[in-house]
């Protein structure tokens, strides 16, 4: 199987992507890529449960199965995090950057969205139906074309078992046997049918989840005694695409940023809309305005660039 730029992904997943909306490449990450991102997890949501949530637990809403629950996306913040550079810089990694661009055919990509999720045994029900993601990505559906789709990753700092949660999927082909080609919508009567074609996602620490969409998956439950699970989820979608949306980078301007600017790379600054060095955008005022914003920031790429 040959390998392409990144060394960590082949054209083989580039194109399972495409046709079963879901590609699983363990040891995209190495243990030492992951190691210092699972302290900080540690470090802020903890190993246990939240006890009172868990004395929340019980009556109708509970005991439902496969239903959306607010305490599912309990544990989850937004980029960029209160935590060290590996932690903020993990989502814009190069071979992230490069994938995503593999999968969408575009040569520049954009993250749209980036997020932490801690899931512990009895802290709620994680089961859940059948979904597809686009919902809430785009006010339409998603395009038939790949340069206007996009793809998220799923991260997986702690090792995802059964046991602990792991998503499930639908791929592509399989839901087309039981609705149309291209649906993204499923009726109550037909999720059993979704459940007898669904696979595991269930992957050890370092595993990187590439899926759609428009991918039929769903969240399961944590059934380990005392069970918890870290995960990182990062969108990315073709720079200029004003179909697709989550986060609003510039709504987060009181967060730490500096942690971004200080340590990532221009590559990596264009994934979130800063224009690259010998941009237009980039004139003496904008230079030394936006050097004085982030003094932290080696901007010296720049300034050559403008010179």
Not at 222 to 242: D, H, P, Q, V
Not at 273 to 301: E, F, N, S, V
Request: glycine share 6%; charged share 15%.
């Amino acid at each position: 199987m040959q390998q392409i730029a990144s060394q960590r992904y082949t054209p083989e997943h580039v194109q399972q992507w495409r046709d079963e909306g879901f590609a699983i490449i363990p040891d995209f990450f190495s243990a030492a890529e992951i190691a210092p991102i699972y302290a900080e997890y540690e470090r802020i949501y903890g190993t246990h449960a939240d006890q009172t949530a868990k004395a929340m637990m019980g009556g109708a809403e509970d005991e439902q199965a496969a239903a959306f629950r607010q305490l599912q996306f309990k544990n989850i913040d937004n980029f960029p995090f209160d935590a060290a550079p590996e932690m903020n810089l993990i989502s814009l990694h190069p071979a992230l950057i490069d994938f995503a661009s593999a999968v969408l055919g575009v040569d520049s990509v954009h993250l749209y969205q980036s997020h932490t999720w801690a899931k512990y045994t009895g802290e709620t029900n994680y089961e859940q139906a059948h979904h597809c993601d686009f919902g809430n990505h785009t006010l339409l559906v998603p395009s038939e074309a790949a340069a206007l789709r996009t793809v998220d990753f799923i991260l997986y700092i702690t090792d995802v078992t059964d046991a602990l949660g792991a998503l499930h999927y639908v791929p592509k082909p399989a839901a087309a046997q039981v609705l149309k080609p291209g649906a993204v919508a499923v009726s109550a009567e037909l999720q059993g049918a979704l459940l007898s074609r669904e696979k595991s996602a269930a992957a050890p620490a370092g595993t990187l989840v590439a899926h759609s969409i428009d991918t039929f998956h769903r969240g399961t439950n944590l059934t380990l005694e005392n069970g918890y699970r870290y995960t990182m989820t990062a969108g990315y979608k073709a720079a200029g695409n004003e179909l697709i949306g989550y986060h609003v980078w510039q709504d987060s301007a009181g967060r730490n940023w500096s942690g971004i600017f200080d340590h990532a790379s221009p590559q990596q600054l264009a994934c979130l809309g800063i224009p690259l060095p010998g941009d237009a955008y980039w004139t003496l005022r904008t230079l030394k305005l936006c050097q004085a914003r982030w003094p932290g920031w080696d901007m010296r790429a720049y300034f050559a660039a403008h010179s």
